[in-house]
């Protein structure tokens, strides 16, 4: 039976157009495009380029290990078998045949036959000679252990004596590497066979990035319940596409997303958020009021009581209504024996739908005010630090239970910051509980790194090419459980008349048609009251809403003076109430708004 011929034809014109093989640039460009069929097609991984028509039509190429009888030019000495019998022998006999040879230098020792040695002696010029060297000293080889040949793709073509040394990539891979930027420049790489001893070097540029990437639809239009894609990582050497990157949710149900403001950290947010929707999460969202319209694209989605950016009471009473949540399916789960939501029968995910919580700006959310010093501690402006302080210490105890207690039920969460300390509202209790970690940003602060990642110090850096290239918005490390720490790229397209937002606002409406609109998960002062009490104590007014009937009877309240008669003396009557006098006035004026409360609730 006939062998299969393993060279196969790329029609150069027909893709490239002209083509030439004596241009690099243009020897890059085919390289490049093997590389990436190789990565999609497993039946040419390993092919390179075996010869190119001189007028460009075609191109040949072939595994790696391929070889055909390249005996052109080579010298063959018969010698005992005594002279290559080790290294020491070697080494005499390759000083000896080589003076005895002008010209030539002793490239192979073979074995034809146990009791024959023979040696092969080939003409290298300076350049073969030097590059032989060092990849020799980067294999722990002797120089005649290898045989390095050029390739038509301009680069090289080393085939490691059997004998010699078996390629391993632990012990290898980066002292090759940085042999053959030392003989090529920065953007080549190699591939290596073990199997065959053959370890092919190409020409390359180093990898980068395009101006912007666009989600696959491959991606985008099939939901995903365990993962959320949200950018592609820096393409390996030879290559021009990266692999796309995604969180396990089942592996790391809570994500924290850190980077300065205007970096791209939105658009990876929103992304993360678009794979959660189109496979049926229950959204809900904390953020600081004046920044709330970044997630308008998604506030149709939003569950009942879910929508925490009216205020700081609004996220608080969010918060607790996710923990009702937890503990109304924890009773569930122990009723029916269940230890984890990725486990419970299909038809109860979608009774019980996972839960997505996004907790935007931390920082402004939980880290509590500084006290006004200086004043009494009845003061109104001490009184309301105090407050707020009460509020944001809700929020950061209840951010920190949701991500210690809530992943078995099926919740998940995206925490952003701008960094993960505890200054940023981000303790390290809460860091721990954080599994899978992403940086946004081209240029980010060693502190940062430092605590946001488990391991900055091998974690890589956006490359300096990227970003002197201009392709470095949107760019970040992430350290993804269960995946090497990478340099990625975020997702983002726009048009004339769509954003980002707007293209996965349209997106995710095909796939999942929302059930509420720009209203939903709105909170009541009420409701806030009933979720979290300590709103009821708020040193104002305690309303959010300027339709509340309250509005006008606490502006009275506060224009006409309050209730009763002052007994001070006249000149007296401007200046701030102290002690008891306050206190009972303050006393009177929630009475008061007591009193409407209970007017409004009965309709009067």
């Known amino acids: 039976m006939t062998k299969e011929n393993p060279v196969k034809k790329i029609p150069l014109k027909k893709i490239f157009g002209a083509f030439d ?70 080494k005499k006999t390759v000083a000896l045949l080589e003076s005895q040879n002008p010209g030539f230098y002793v490239t192979e020792f073979m074995r034809p036959e146990p009791t024959k040695c023979m040696v092969r002696l080939e003409q290298l010029d300076e350049k073969t000679l030097s590059t032989r060297r060092i990849f020799a000293a980067a294999l722990s080889v002797k120089p005649w252990q290898i045989r390095v040949t050029r390739t038509p793709e301009n680069g090289w073509r080393i085939r490691i004596k059997k004998d ?51 989600m696959p639809k491959s991606i985008w239009s099939k939901p995903d319940v365990r993962r959320s894609y949200f950018g592609m990582k820096l393409p390996d050497k030879g290559r021009e596409t990266g692999e796309p990157l995604s969180n396990d949710w089942k592996n790391a149900s809570f994500v924290l997303v850190c980077g300065e403001a205007g970096g791209g950290k939105s658009v990876v947010i929103d992304s993360l958020i678009y794979g959660r929707l189109i496979a049926g999460a229950e959204l809900y969202i904390g953020d600081e009021q004046g920044k709330s319209t970044d997630y308008n694209w998604c506030r149709p989605y939003v569950a009942f009581n879910g929508w925490g950016c009216d205020g700081l009471e609004s996220t608080a009473a969010m918060l607790l209504q996710v923990l009702l949540k937890v503990d109304e399916r ?11 939501w990725w486990d419970i029968p299909p038809e109860m995910k979608k009774k019980y739908p996972p839960i997505l919580l996004v907790m935007d700006e931390i920082s402004q959310l939980d880290v509590p005010a500084r006290l006004p010093a200086g004043l009494d501690k009845d003061n109104p402006d001490v009184l309301r630090k105090k407050y707020e302080n009460a509020v944001k210490f809700s929020i950061q105890e209840s951010m920190l239970q949701i991500v210690q207690k809530a992943r078995y039920v099926g919740v998940t969460g995206i925490y952003a910051s701008q960094s993960a300390t505890q200054e940023a509202g981000i303790p390290p209790i809460m860091r721990t509980n954080l599994q899978s970690k992403i940086i946004v940003g081209e240029k980010v602060p060693d502190a940062t790194r ?6 900055p110090k091998h974690a890589p850096v956006v490359p300096l090419n990227v970003i ?56 009541t002062w009420d409701v806030i009251v009933n979720l979290f009490p ?11 809403s300027d339709d509340d009937p309250l509005d006008e009877a606490s502006d009275r309240l506060h224009d006409e003076g309050g209730f009763g008669i002052d007994g001070r003396d006249v000149a007296e009557h401007d200046a701030p109430l102290k002690g008891a006098a306050r206190a009972a006035h303050m006393s009177a004026i929630e009475s008061a708004k007591l009193e409407a409360r209970n007017a409004a609730a009965k309709g009067m």
């Not at 090759?176 to 953007?187: F, I, L, N, P, S």
Request: hydrophobic content about 35%; overall charge negative; proline content about 5%.
């Open 21 to 90: 093989k004596t241009n690099p640039d243009d020897m890059i460009k085919l390289t490049t495009l093997i590389q990436e069929k190789a990565a999609k097609d497993p039946a040419i991984k390993g092919y390179s380029v075996w010869n190119v028509d001189d007028d460009g039509t075609y191109a040949y190429i072939a595994p790696m290990n391929y070889s055909q009888d390249d005996n052109a030019g080579s010298k063959f000495i018969s010698l005992d078998v005594n002279q290559g019998a080790d290294i020491g022998a070697q």
């Open 164 to 214: 010699a040394t078996i390629y391993q990539a632990s012990k290898y891979d980066n002292k090759m590497q940085e042999a053959v930027e030392t003989v090529g420049k920065e953007g080549w790489f190699f591939k290596a066979d073990p199997e065959s001893g053959v370890v092919i070097v190409y020409p390359g540029n180093p990898p980068t990035f395009k101006p912007s990437i666009s």
């Open 330 to 340: 924890a009773k569930v789960w122990h009723e029916h024996g269940w230890v984890n």
């Open 450 to 455: 430092k605590s946001v990642l488990k391991d």
């Open 468 to 523: 002197k290239e201009g392709m470095g918005k949107g760019t970040g490390v992430a350290e993804l459980v269960g995946q090497e720490a990478c340099v990625y790229k975020g997702y983002f397209e726009a048009n004339k008349n769509q954003d980002w937002v707007d293209i996965l606002a349209e997106r995710v409406r095909q796939i999942n048609p929302p059930q509420g609109d720009m209203n939903s998960g709105r909170l």
């Open 534 to 544: 300590t709103a009821a104590g708020k040193p104002d007014d305690g309303l959010t």
